[in-house]
């Protein structure tokens, strides 16, 4: 693995752990952690979450790591379908890519 | 959090800013429906691309629904159009607004702009009619039903089945809401709008179904009672066209809002009949 490579890994679990707080946060009567939550869980299948939730869960994004992140904006690119099929890991990939954008 | 108190209740109120430079943007607010719905419905939809085309965007919950207060009463359409008329208030937006409803949403935004017309500058309402008598028994209808029915085990297994888990879960959602609220009977009480308050609706109305929809029959009459009402039927959807075809939805209303522009009318902007760029 390249060092550029490995960087990249650092920061999707460094994202995914603090994603996984968010979660928590937004679903405050799930006891989440971030071992419990996977790159491959979909938000409304496997998390139980509606689409309102998503929406808070975006407030914290913004929040945390600043306008370049933008959930409506993320969303709005997508159809229905793939929104309800949403996986944490394409959040992550998401998040991962808007950041590493900022920063070149 | 983002929540705002607006005529008693606490809303939930999501914002996105325009993205401009000018000075002077119009401002959207989008309304949505009954039962599960939510401001998601268009936060996720036409939120973000209304910023970006330049429009200020507030998106908010329906008393009841989402992350907004759920008091056990307060829900004529009468109470709905008040709400909203706080929520601009206490969000100091004093301008004319267009308002953007999807079904029900609609029916509220018919509802306001008929209570307060120099608050409106146009209306794009999607799978929506406005609250005449006709509307109300319907409403009534149905509303009773989904009371009566949603929460039952053998009408959730069976839309489990048909519909998927995802659907169960949000009827579950969705009945909830009207056996814990008089919702379901103080909708369809109004106040109604009869056909001389209709044709008092006097700014631009673009209303937008789909094809498939039992409800683009109202394409037939309401031009007719409403002379200020265009219609826009997008081919081979159903009641779901904001959420299935949200693509084509903006495609029709960033346009429409961009022609209603106060200054833009007020510079003599040409009308163009071309709703779709191609």
Redesign the interface.
């Known amino acids: 693995m390249t060092e550029s490579e490995l960087a990249t890994v650092a920061d999707e679990q460094e994202v995914l752990a603090e994603i996984a707080d968010m979660l928590a946060q937004v679903l405050e009567d799930m006891e989440l952690t971030a071992t419990e939550v996977g790159m491959a869980d979909t938000f ?2 496997d998390l ?1 979450m ?3 939730d ?3 869960l975006g ?1 914290l994004l913004t929040e945390r790591y600043g306008d370049k992140v ?1 959930f ?2 993320f ?2 690119e997508l159809d ?1 379908e793939a ?2 099929a949403l996986t944490v890991g394409d959040l992550v990939t998401y998040i991962v890519r808007r950041l590493g954008g900022e920063e070149h | 959090m ?1 929540f705002v108190t607006a005529n008693g209740a606490r809303l939930h109120v ?1 914002r ?1 800013a325009a993205k401009s430079t000018e000075p002077e943007q119009p401002t959207v607010v989008f309304i949505h429906g009954l039962g ?1 719905d ?4 268009f ?7 209304a ?2 085309a330049g429009f200020h965007v507030v998106t908010y ?1 329906l008393r009841g629904h ?2 907004s207060e759920r008091p056990a009463q307060g829900y004529t359409l009468g109470d709905t159009v008040a709400d909203l008329a706080g929520l601009l208030d206490e969000l100091a937006i004093t301008g004319p607004v267009h308002l953007v409803g999807n079904c029900f949403g609609g029916t509220v935004a018919f509802s306001f702009a008929h209570r307060y017309p120099e608050r409106v500058a146009s209306l794009v309402v999607i799978e929506s009619e406005p609250a005449t008598g006709a509307w109300s028994v319907k409403l009534r209808e149905l509303l009773g039903n989904a009371t009566d029915h949603l929460l039952h085990p053998d009408v959730l297994n069976w839309i489990s089945e048909n519909r998927g ?2 659907t169960a ?2 009827s579950v ?1 969705a009945g909830k809401i009207f056996t814990a609220t008089t919702m379901a009977s103080e909708i369809p009480r109004g106040p109604l709008l009869g056909e001389a308050e209709l044709a008092a609706i006097g700014c631009p109305v673009l209303a937008i179904f789909g094809s498939e929809s039992d409800l683009v029959q109202v394409a037939d009459w309401l031009p007719r009672l409403l002379p200020s009402c265009k219609v826009a039927i997008i081919e081979g959807r159903d009641h779901s066209v904001l ?2 075809a ?1 693509q084509s939805v903006r495609e029709l209303m960033v346009p429409w809002i961009n022609r209603h522009r106060p200054q833009h009318s007020a510079v003599g902007a040409p009308e163009s009949e071309g709703e779709h760029t191609r």
Not at chain 2, 38 to 41: F, H, Q, V
């Open positions: 409304h299948e139980g509606e689409s309102i998503l929406v808070m407030n933008n409506a904006e969303a709005a229905l929104i309800i | 983002p999501q996105l599960w939510s401001l998601a419905s936060y996720f939809t036409l939120g973000a691309p910023a970006s919950d989402g992350k888990a995802h879960r949000r959602a959420a299935e949200p």
